[in-house]
Nanobody
């Protein structure tokens, strides 16, 4: 059984940083793609960042490029998202996801965490 558990969300001021973690179990990172998505109230779930575990390739949404960094600790089976220079537009529930394909579309990821709320005040 695959489980993804996010942590690290919270309430911060604009300009601050947060690091999200996603602890994975029941899944082998080798050959997998992992991603971070976010969903604000009334909006669709949107892509934030992804990492391919074989090639170590990463990809970011334009809105977070240069401010967010996706990484992993394979020994701990944990995915991270370092978020710097946060803005109120980043207020959302953040989800980690795992799948077979290195992609930006949510529908291509098979497994999802329960999400962690990040709120950025102005």
């Amino acid at each position: 059984q695959v489980q993804l558990v996010e942590s690290g969300g919270g309430l911060v001021q604009a300009g601050s940083s947060l690091r999200l973690s996603c602890a994975a179990s029941g899944i082998t990172f080798a050959g997998a793609a992992m991603g971070w998505f976010r969903q604000a109230p009334g909006n669709e779930r949107e892509f934030v960042a992804a990492i391919n575990y074989d090639s170590r390739s990463t990809y970011y949404a334009d809105s977070v490029k240069g401010r967010f960094t996706i990484s992993s600790n394979n020994a701990k089976n944990t995915l991270y998202l370092q978020m710097n220079s946060l803005t109120p537009a980043g207020t959302a529930v953040y989800y980690c996801a795992a799948g077979d394909i290195f992609a930006t579309a949510p529908g291509l990821y098979q497994y999802w965490g329960q999400g962690t709320q990040d709120t950025v005040s102005s």
